[in-house]
């Protein structure tokens, strides 16, 4: 395969290269049209290069943004679908630096452009209609116009008229294309106005009105083809000045007011390119600010809506700023919020009173219906004397203090119960000792003390273990018949009559539990209800019974209940009114239980004890 010649590159990296010198004959040209179609038809700038196989992998370069023929240009035999990017070969890879992927323009941007043009016309629209006006306030004033210059004038500034109705509908079309438009608008004003300049020498001031039209075109196309129009405003000026001295109309006297015009249109050019450019510059500046701005905006709303906290905005007269959805619930507001109208004084009139009283800074505690909140009220530093309440749900975090010492508690005796398990075996094996050589009624009755609490100590040491190792799960599924067979066992292995336990079971029961979880949980709650029962008939109730995808397992007795004093220690390590407990077993049970995802909880009531294990149910 024949080689490309090497590539030229031009300013700022860009290959100029236009390949082979035969690719521009064109004749050549025609017969790869006849052969490839529309492939070869393109300017060798726009065609693919010719990629030289030298029996290597082929490499290919960065992405780079291409432009393509208009289709007008293409013509029906090269219609083709419009490539936006395509791989550049090794040897190119400067174009990607050169010419970068500008930034998406936003929605508004286009709109902006054909509203500034349309604005532009309809200055262009009243001019035309002064100039009208004055033709036919003027019309045959010797002083001011030539023989039949009159006539003349007023049919250029009909025309004028006509032309920037015509424009006003291209414009609300948007076709031909913006650029097209705005330099057909931009000409046509040079043309006819240096056609009317042509009618009398003394309109030669009018050439100013390009001034304003170059400026505008300028302002309005965003700094393209600004000196294009200067230049072509001059050479049209400097064509009728020319004219108007070879039929001596005027002299060469008027050549520096020309010059002097045609330096004014330049020097509009430039200024109007580089406020262009410099107003570019602001707008992508606050675009970039505003896009970032509503970054953080979307970031604080997520962080609020998120949080767990209530977060409260209102300006000084109590009116609402900002209501976040978790102190709405917090609060047990259901009403609608509409920020800005809606007073703190109507949804949540104590806390309207505490936000009047609490200092600046400092927190205080609101008692509602749902939970205890602290509140915390933080100046924003604003003229309004606008506010943020922090409302923080203060048994959660009171839970999360005692949830942290329980865990230490927990790691502390874990330690201990295996320091104090050697020892424990020891005087276990000992008192056996002692009970073989007891010699009457006092030393057995020692001996039995001892073991009894040795049992004890024992039974403490294996708890503390097992809470220990309560995450180890090893969850298996469980339905009503093994959890019937379960709750079996436990009542053979406590010896507890099968009249005294009812279990009602609803159908399909399914869940998930770690079994040696589940059977030491049971234990506990059976034998608890079975040491404070009445011990006849139906003393236990045991029932399971699932509320939507919950599944709810009810162990109670017919016992005196527990105190409201002793509610809130219930679930507490060490506490117990019987001398023969260790103070575990429900401690045990619940972070058994939540090592599950389950909760276990206590339901106040008359009638005795009931505890409530809720767990998912298993669809």
């Given at each position: 395969?024949?080689?490309?010649?090497?590539?030229?590159?031009?300013?700022?990296?860009?290959?100029?290269?236009?390949?082979?010198?035969?690719?521009?004959?064109?004749?050549?040209?025609?017969?790869?049209?006849?052969?490839?179609?529309a492939?070869?038809?393109?300017?060798?700038?726009?065609?693919?290069?010719?990629?030289?196989d030298?029996?290597?992998?082929?490499?290919?370069?960065?992405?780079?943004?291409?432009?393509?023929?208009?289709?007008?240009?293409?013509?029906?035999?090269?219609?083709?679908?419009?490539?936006?990017?395509?791989?550049?070969?090794?040897?190119?890879?400067?174009?990607?630096?050169?010419?970068?992927?500008?930034?998406?323009?936003?929605?508004?941007?286009?709109?902006?452009?054909?509203?500034?043009l349309?604005?532009?016309?309809?200055?262009?629209?009243?001019?035309?209609?002064?100039?009208?006006?004055?033709?036919?306030?003027f019309?045959?004033?010797?002083?001011?116009?030539?023989?039949?210059?009159a006539?003349?004038?007023?049919?250029?500034?009909?025309?004028?008229?006509?032309?920037?109705?015509?424009?006003?509908?291209?414009?609300?079309?948007?076709?031909?294309?913006?650029?097209?438009?705005?330099?057909?608008?931009?000409?046509?004003?040079?043309?006819?106005?240096?056609?009317?300049?042509?009618?009398?020498?003394?309109?030669?001031?009018?050439?100013?009105?390009?001034?304003?039209?170059?400026?505008?075109?300028?302002?309005?196309?965003?700094g393209?083809?600004?000196?294009?129009?200067?230049?072509?405003?001059?050479?049209?000026?400097?064509?009728?000045?020319?004219?108007?001295?070879?039929?001596?109309?005027q002299?060469?006297?008027?050549?520096?007011?020309?010059?002097?015009?045609?330096?004014?249109?330049?020097?509009?050019?430039?200024?109007?390119?580089?406020?262009?450019?410099?107003?570019?510059?602001?707008e992508?500046l606050?675009?970039?600010?505003?896009?970032?701005?509503?970054?953080?905006?979307?970031?604080?709303?997520?962080?609020?809506?998120?949080?767990?906290?209530?977060?409260?905005?209102?300006?000084?007269?109590?009116?609402?700023?900002?209501?976040?959805?978790?102190?709405?619930?917090?609060?047990?507001?259901?009403?609608?919020?509409?920020?800005?109208?809606?007073?703190?004084?109507?949804?949540?009139?104590?806390?309207?009173?505490?936000a009047?009283?609490?200092?600046?800074?400092?927190?205080?505690?609101?008692?509602?219906?749902?939970?205890?909140?602290?509140?915390?009220?933080?100046?924003?530093?604003?003229?309004?004397?606008?506010?943020v309440?922090?409302?923080?749900?203060?048994?959660?975090?009171?839970?999360?203090?005692?949830?942290?010492?329980?865990?230490?508690l927990?790691?502390?005796?874990?330690?201990?119960?295996?320091?104090?398990?050697?020892?424990?075996?020891?005087?276990?094996?000992?008192?056996?000792?002692?009970?073989?050589?007891?010699?009457?009624?006092?030393?057995?009755?020692?001996?039995?003390?001892?073991?009894?609490?040795?049992r004890?100590?024992?039974?403490?040491?294996?708890?503390?273990?097992?809470?220990?190792?309560?995450?180890?799960?090893?969850?298996?599924?469980?339905?009503?018949?093994?959890?019937?067979?379960?709750?079996?066992?436990?009542?053979?292995?406590?010896?507890?009559?099968?009249?005294?336990?009812?279990?009602?079971?609803?159908?399909?029961?399914?869940?998930?539990?770690?079994?040696?979880?589940?059977?030491?949980?049971?234990?506990?709650?059976?034998?608890?209800?079975?040491?404070?029962?009445?011990?006849?008939?139906?003393?236990i109730?045991?029932?399971?019974?699932?509320?939507?995808?919950?599944?709810?397992?009810?162990?109670?007795?017919?016992?005196?209940?527990?105190?409201?004093?002793?509610?809130g220690?219930?679930?507490?390590?060490?506490?117990?009114?019987?001398?023969?407990?260790?103070?575990?077993?429900?401690?045990?049970?619940?972070?058994?239980?939540?090592?599950?995802?389950?909760?276990?909880?206590?339901?106040?009531?008359?009638?005795?004890?009931?505890?409530?294990?809720?767990?998912?149910?298993?669809?």
């Amino acid at each position: 395969m024949k080689r490309r010649a090497p590539a030229s590159e031009g300013i700022l990296g860009v290959d100029l290269s236009f390949g082979d010198p035969r690719d521009q004959d064109p004749v050549a040209d025609r017969r790869r049209i006849r052969r490839r179609g529309a492939a070869a038809h393109l300017p060798a700038f726009d065609r693919p290069p010719v990629v030289v196989d030298q029996g290597q992998g082929r490499r290919h370069g960065e992405m780079r943004p291409l432009r393509g023929e208009p289709a007008a240009q293409r013509g029906d035999l090269f219609r083709r679908r419009l490539l936006l990017h395509a791989r550049t070969p090794a040897h190119r890879q400067k174009m990607s630096l050169a010419a970068p992927m500008p930034r998406p323009p936003t929605p508004g941007y286009f709109a902006s452009h054909w509203r500034s043009l349309d604005y532009f016309n309809l200055y262009r629209l009243t001019l035309a209609a002064a100039l009208v006006f004055g033709a036919q306030m003027f019309y045959g004033d010797a002083s001011l116009f030539r023989s039949d210059a009159a006539e003349r004038f007023q049919i250029i500034a009909y025309g004028y008229l006509v032309a920037a109705a015509l424009f006003i509908l291209g414009v609300r079309a948007r076709w031909p294309r913006f650029d097209v438009q705005l330099t057909i608008h931009i000409f046509a004003d040079i043309v006819l106005v240096t056609l009317m300049m042509s009618t009398s020498e003394r309109l030669a001031g009018m050439g100013l009105l390009l001034v304003i039209s170059i400026a505008s075109g300028g302002l309005v196309g965003r700094g393209r083809l600004t000196l294009l129009y200067a230049a072509v405003a001059s050479i049209a000026v400097l064509l009728q000045h020319a004219v108007s001295i070879l039929q001596g109309g005027q002299g060469t006297d008027s050549l520096l007011q020309i010059a002097l015009l045609c330096m004014g249109y330049f020097a509009i050019g430039i200024l109007a390119h580089a406020l262009t450019q410099r107003a570019l510059q602001s707008e992508r500046l606050a675009q970039q600010q505003a896009d970032e701005l509503a970054l953080l905006n979307r970031i604080n709303a997520l962080a609020i809506e998120n949080s767990p906290d209530g977060l409260l905005a209102i300006r000084g007269d109590g009116v609402l700023r900002h209501a976040s959805p978790r102190a709405l619930s917090l609060l047990g507001v259901t009403a609608p919020i509409r920020p800005g109208l809606t007073r703190l004084d109507t949804c949540a009139p104590a806390l309207a009173q505490l936000a009047q009283r609490v200092e600046r800074g400092s927190t205080a505690v609101l008692d509602t219906p749902l939970a205890r909140l602290r509140v915390r009220c933080i100046p924003l530093g604003i003229p309004d004397d606008s506010r943020v309440l922090v409302l923080e749900d203060q048994s959660q975090a009171e839970q999360a203090a005692q949830r942290l010492k329980l865990a230490a508690l927990g790691r502390l005796t874990a330690n201990i119960a295996h320091e104090i398990r050697n020892p424990l075996s020891a005087i276990t094996q000992a008192a056996q000792l002692l009970q073989e050589d007891a010699q009457g009624p006092t030393q057995t009755r020692l001996v039995a003390i001892i073991e009894n609490n040795a049992r004890r100590l024992d039974r403490l040491v294996e708890e503390v273990l097992t809470l220990n190792r309560r995450d180890r799960l090893r969850p298996v599924r469980i339905d009503g018949a093994a959890l019937g067979a379960m709750i079996d066992e436990l009542r053979q292995t406590e010896e507890i009559p099968a009249t005294a336990v009812i279990v009602e079971m609803a159908e399909n029961v399914r869940f998930h539990f770690d079994a040696d979880h589940l059977r030491q949980i049971l234990w506990n709650l059976l034998r608890n209800a079975w040491r404070f029962s009445t011990r006849a008939a139906g003393s236990i109730r045991v029932s399971a019974r699932t509320v939507g995808e919950t599944l709810q397992l009810d162990i109670a007795d017919d016992g005196p209940g527990v105190s409201p004093e002793q509610q809130g220690k219930l679930f507490e390590p060490f506490c117990t009114t019987d001398a023969q407990g260790t103070g575990l077993g429900l401690f045990l049970a619940r972070e058994l239980a939540e090592a599950n995802r389950a909760a276990l909880v206590y339901l106040p009531g008359a009638g005795g004890a009931n505890f409530r294990l809720s767990l998912r149910q298993d669809t």
